[in-house]
């Protein structure tokens, strides 16, 4: 079974940047996608930024590409995330998950599905301003 763990989350002020970190255990499918979702107290689930583990393609949600970066370290296991220039509505807590449509998941290709494949606990992003 998948295993996966968050890090790196933290309180910051707006401009600053965080770098969140995902770490894996078990087997990890070459075709799976790993990606990010973050929510908000009364907000829905949204994408953030996703990878493909096999190919290493990001994929990221609108309005994220131009201070997110998401990568993988293939030999950490560990899929990251780095948020510059974090902004007050940044402030969520930010899941990852691994599955096979959790690039599509990301992009808004398909719908969230929290019962699908692997989830970590969550780490939270505050950002003041």
């Known amino acids: 079974q998948v295993q996966l763990a968050e890090s790196g989350g933290g309180s910051v002020q707006a401009g600053g940047s965080l770098r969140l970190s995902c770490a894996t255990s078990g087997v990890i499918q070459r075709r799976a996608c790993m990606g990010w979702f973050r929510q908000a107290p009364g907000k829905e689930r949204e994408g953030v930024a996703g990878?493909?583990?096999?190919?290493?393609?990001?994929y990221y949600a609108d309005s994220m590409k131009d201070r997110f970066t998401v990568s993988y370290d293939r030999d950490k296991k560990a899929m990251l995330l780095q948020m510059n220039n974090l902004k007050p509505e940044d402030s969520a807590m930010y899941f990852c998950?691994?599955?096979?449509?959790?690039?599509?998941?990301?992009?808004?290709?398909?719908?969230?599905?929290?019962?699908?494949?692997?989830w970590g606990q969550g780490t939270q992003v505050t950002v003041s301003s």
């Open positions: 998950a691994a599955a096979d449509l959790v690039c599509k998941m990301v992009v808004g290709d398909e719908r969230i599905q929290t019962d699908l494949g692997a």
């Open positions: 990878v493909h583990i096999g190919t290493e393609r990001p």
